[in-house]
Structure formats: structure tokens, C-alpha cells
């Protein structure tokens, strides 16, 4: 059990390899070089004279920061705090593994053992450092490479970018925080974010807060959904709006008729951290994408630095007053980094805080963010936006320059947020923003054997200026139809206005396979699929709640399941009370038909949480399109199945671990013994097990779905639930007529024997 568990079904792993950018290939070594990517070129010259004019490191530094650009980067993984089996685990790197390695290092000489990243907390994250080659000579680096592949496989550990792990650990996370991840896919710091949401939760308790992981780009998505699944958490929304006009669901501003007929408890959708990792050139990834080396120019990060300030700011807007924001980049460019900080920070005037962070993570090497730097295009240098001329200003903007002023705004004083910046004495001389960009953090590769990375942590003081509030509106409507080169950006989907709210689009949509999630599609926009809730009364005259609909096209609504058969045949057969677990009004669905006779597949538990953001999105008329949302607790049993018993769902791998303390029916306890043999075999008949009782036990129970949980000597059979706690061990079994089989995958059913049988302390 426990919140490593899930399934991972073909199409899903094919996705995975379909996958493009930002994805990392199933545990090759990232160290290895094989012969294609010998071949590639190393090296761009314009690459090398934009970063020297820019100054990112001494002329003393320059031959070490690229010598380590040229050389792969260790492969960095984290073992998931949350996964059931971590201290297992890092006592397995720390005592078996640096250990055997340490010893072969010394006497061979040449092998460098696998490190704990020293900034990391609790030695969770690792890196290696290691070739193919290497791995097919040295018996124990195999022995390795198979560990973390297969502990990669089950969840228990995540490959993920040394430097990509630090935004997360900046943004000072809380269990009851709503946090806003504005541009999340593939998913690896999402993933982050929730083990932090669910750090201090007991088994089977839900925090308080929630993660909203936005991506406009589908594909992306389906990724970090797939990702995120590992962490079986009821407390994730997974949707896929332009982060620059992600909605704020503001009900007292809508006037939404449908804000009268559906309950929510929460008027606004405010967060209290948002992580907004943005798209950009990624240069600080050349070392495992070295084809950036061929396709380097520096138009990308002009091209990018708009859209990165809107993105920002929208940011900024969801963010509850005494928040906290990171905005952060893999890039290395001054126009996507501090300009942009140096941007908002003048947009946003005394209202946000530029954090001094050099007290967090002490061991991590950083440097200070900036204050000077120049803009470079086909037209050459300009030091100061005078210098640029008219025909390049819809390409160079004002505001990647370290003033943020034209000309004309010096001669004019400029407005009083931008008045916070100014030039230096010598109007000739480069420019020197005197914001205190010196608090942005710089992550250089060679100073740790990195990748590069740029964070700024930023604190919202009290609400936008007002007059800020109106131009970022228009900002974000004039940058809706700019193009931008990241390709993501050119997959828009065309949002409604405002006025959407009132309107509630009857779009045909079926059930998908994936949490609602099908190929993208825009708004859908036809006319005749829209309805004013003000004509839908009853025959009384009053308003009739409307048919649940899907408003997106290409997604399925998101409804709750309000049937009392349904629901009830549920508690009934697992045995679960209302005042220790709620179902009603936590169970949703990808369907809008949930009658008991209809076809509902898949039912979804959400946190009280995502509920009440739910209820609100309902409210203004569903303003968020939503891919994904809560856990996958309960799915239909096969027909032949459902005739077995009176209740024809059974409860998914992710969802056990969530509901198992509650229940109270259809549990049964093993020994190690005839718990390993089921592992093992994986079906057995109820005379087979090795102690009888535990076989006459089973033939009792209904027939359908149950649990088997290991016993460890602590539990009190009966009726009462299960006493849960970090180190129960439970899988999810079938009754049948004469035998007992697992529904356990059959990769989490040798990972888990493996795992008990290291695990001496148990009881046998
Ligand atoms: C640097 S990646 C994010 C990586 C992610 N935070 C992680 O740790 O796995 C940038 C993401 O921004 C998404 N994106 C691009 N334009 C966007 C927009 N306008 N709104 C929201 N997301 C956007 C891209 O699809 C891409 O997945």
C-alpha cells in the first residue's frame, strides 16, 4: 500500500515515449554518451559572445563554465518523501550503495560514487555520475541501475534535474496552502509541491490544502497527470488554461445565475503560493539537450520575455495579499530573468517584494541575479532602448532593458512605478537597474555540477495598484494574439469574457479513458450549444438547475455523483460510515450521465478542498477547463464481475490507501507467509494458504473486491477499520467462488516481495 502504489498501463507508457521536450528517457544514463551524441556539435559562437558581452561569469571563469557545458550531466533523482518505503530506501543508497561503491572507487581509482545533493533536505535527493560503459564492467553499478529502475518504475523514486528541484523548496509550501503551479508540465515539480501538501498527513487524512497544475499544452498534461498519479493524492486539479488568463472565478464580480442555484463556499479563487515556472529557451539545459547547441539564437528569450511578464503578473493577480511567488526559468539569459523581474517589480510598485532567499538551502552554491545587461538582435547590441530603432521595436521592448525606460520616459520622468528604476549618471553608459535584482538566485553549472537555473522569490505586501490591475487586463488581451515562438504558446485555446459566465455550453461529450482528458479543443463556441440559464424554469416558474454539460469542448464535464444507489451500495459493501468518511459530495465523475443504470466508469474522490473549488468553477459557469481532478477511488467491475455481488465497484490501487482506514468490511489479515505466496502466485485457493484459518476467512467474505493486509501483530480483527499507519502493508484481492487472486500489477507484486523480503524486521 501506501502512496507509491499505481498501475501503468501500456498506452500510458507509449504516451511517455511519444513524449518530446522536457521529458526524460526511461533511466539511460544521462552521463552516457553513445555515438550519436559525440557526433553533435559542442559549441555556437553566437552562444559564446552573447554570454561574455552579458558578463554571467568572470573572464577567468569563462573556460571552466564551458568546459562543463560540454560535459553531461549527471543523472539526479529524489526518492518521493511520501512513498511508503522512503527510509527503506535511503538507507539502501546510504548504507548499501555509496558504500560498495566508495570501496570499488578506492580500489579501482576510477569510479565516482553516487552523492547525496548536499543542499537537499533529509539526503533525499542523489546524483551519479556514470557511463553505460561503466555500468557493463561494474557488477554493483548494476545492481544500481536496476534498483532505481525498478524503483523509478513502482514511484518510489522520480528522476528529475538537480537544479529543477529547487523552485519548490523556495516557495515555503504548507499543508493547508492553495497553490497555483501556472505552467506545470511534464509535472516534476508538482510532484514536489504535493509531497509537501502531504508531508505531515497521517494515513487515510486529507490536508487542508489543494494544487492547481496548469499547462496549456495538452499533450504536456497528460503527462503530469500521469506523473502525478504515483502520489494518490484527492488533493490535485490538473487544467489546461493560458496561464495569462487563468480565471479567477471571482463569483461577486459574475453576475451568473448559476452562481444562484449552485452552493459554494468560497468566492474567489486566491493562492496563497504560486510557482510560475515559465516557458523559455531552456539554455540552462544545454548539457542534457545539447541539440539547443545547434538551434541557440539569442531571439528566442526576446521572443519569450512578453509572455513571460504576463504570465507573471497574472501570477501576481491570483495571489492572496502576504503570499508568496516564484517566478523561475531553466535559462540563463538576462531578458527572460531579470528583466522580467525587473518588469514586475515596476508594474507592481510597493505592492511586491523582491525576497532576499540567501538564507535558504545554505549549502546550495548560487550567485547574485544581475543588475546590468544589454539587448542583442539581428541589428547588433543596444545598450539603452533610445539606441533602438524604430523599425526593431515591435521585437525589442522597453522593458528587457535594465531601466525599463525609452527615451522619452526620462525626459518625462516616467510614471511612478517605473520611477523605483533609473539609469545611471551617464545617459551614454550601459544602463544599471537599481532595483535589488542582486536577491534573484543564479544557479551556474559549473559551480556544482549542474545544470543552469535562475529564481526570483517574490512577496505580494498588499494588493496590485489598481490602475496595474487594468493594464495587465490589456496587456494580456494584446498578447493573446501576439505570436510567441515557443510552440506551446502557438496551441492557444480562444478563452471567453466575462460574459461567459452566464452561458453554459451543451457540447455532446462522451466518456474518456483518462480523467475526462481527450485531444484539445477549443471553447466551444456554437450557438446553438449555448443556453441563458434565465430560460431554463420549471413548471412553477422557477429556475431549473441546469443539465450538467461539458462547457470545454473535447473534455467531459466534471460532475458529482449524487446517486444514492450508487453511494450507498458503496458504504454498504466496504463497510464506511458518512462521519469518518465522506462520500457524498466527494465523489465525481467524467459523465454527465450518473445514473446507477448509466454508464459511469470511473469515480474520482476529490479533498474538501478541490470540492469547494469545483463548486466554484460551477458557479461562475466553469470558467476553469479542467483535465483532470481528485483521485481515481472506485472503478466498475466487469459485468460478469458485478453479478457477484451488490455493489459493482471495486477500489483502485491509488485509492486504497486513502479509503483503507475507514473501511471496515471485506479486510482480511495474512501472515507473511501466505502474504508472500499471494505475491508469488497470485491466485490461490481458499485451501491452499498455508494456515487454514486465514483460508476459511476468506471463503466467508462476499463475493467481490477485498483487501489483504499483512499483519504485523498490531491489528484487532472485526469490525472496526483497519489500524493504519506509515508501515501497513495492504494490496487489493478478488474473492472469487474457491480462490483468492490479486489485482496488484505484476511489477508492484515483485517490487513488494523484494521489499519484504529485505525487510527483516517484520514479522514473520
Ligand atoms: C519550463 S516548462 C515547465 C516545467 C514544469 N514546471 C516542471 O517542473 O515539470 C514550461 C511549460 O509552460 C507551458 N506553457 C507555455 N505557454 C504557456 C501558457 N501561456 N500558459 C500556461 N502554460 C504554458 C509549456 O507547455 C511547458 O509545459
Known sequence: ?????????????????????????????DASFDSNIQNRTWSNLDFEEYYKEQRIVKAEEWDSFMDILRKPLPAAFRVNSNGQFCDEIRSILENDFVKSLQAEAIESGELEAIKPLPWYPKNLAWHSNFSRKEIRKNHTLERFHEFLKLETEVGNMTRQEAVSMVPPLFLDVHPDHFVLDMCAAPGSKTFQLLEIIHETSEPGS???????????DYKRSNLLIHQTKRTCTTNLMVTNNEGQHFPSCNS?????IASEIYHHTIDQLLFDRVLCDVPCSGDGTLRKAPDIWRRWNSGSGNGLH????????????????????IYSTCSMNPIEDEAVVAEILRRCGCSVELVDASDKLPRLIRRPGLKKWKVHDRGGWYRCYKDVPKSQRDGILKSMFPSGRSDKDSTNGGNSYEEMASISSDESAEEVCDLPLERCVRILPHDQNTGGFFIAVL????????????????????????????EAVSDTVVTKSEEGAQEIVLEESSASDNNGLKPPEKESTSKEGIIELAQELDENGKRKVPPVQGKWKGLDPVVFLRDETVIHGIKTFYGIKDESFPLYG????????TSSKGNVKRIYYVSRSVKDVLELNSAVGQKIKIASVGLKMFEKQSARECEANSCSFRITSEGLP???????????????????????HKSIKFSDFVI???????????????VVVLDDGTQKLGSEPVKVNSSTIAIGCWKGKASLTVMVTTIDCHQLNQRLSDTKSLNV
Open 1 to 29: 500500500m501506501g502512496r507509491g502504489r499505481r498501475h501503468r498501463g501500456r498506452s500510458q507508457r507509449n504516451q511517455l515515449e511519444d513524449s518530446k521536450e522536457n521529458v526524460r528517457k526511461p533511466l539511460k544514463s
Open 206 to 216: 486529507l490536508p487542508n490544502g489543494m494544487v492547481v497544475a496548469n499547462d496549456v
Open 306 to 325: 512578453s509572455l513571460q511578464v504576463v504570465l507573471a503578473m497574472r501570477g501576481l493577480s491570483l495571489l492572496k495579499v502576504g503570499g508568496r511567488m
Open 692 to 706: 487454514p484459518q486465514f483460508g476459511h476467512k476468506a471463503a466467508e467474505l462476499a463475493l467481490g473486491y477485498c
Open 459 to 486: 512577496h505580494k505586501v498588499s494588493p496590485l495598484p489598481e490602475i496595474q490591475e487594468k493594464l495587465n487586463q490589456r496587456r494580456n488581451l494584446s498578447t493573446r494574439n501576439r505570436k510567441s515562438s515557443y
Open 252 to 256: 461577486k464580480r459574475t453576475l451568473s
Open 658 to 680: 486513502v479509503i483503507l482506514p475507514y473501511m471496515t468490511k471485506q479486510i482480511l489479515h495474512a501472515t507473511m507467509v501466505d502474504f508472500k505466496n499471494l505475491l508469488l
Open 586 to 593: 466527494h465523489l465525481v465523475t467524467r459523465n454527465s450521465d
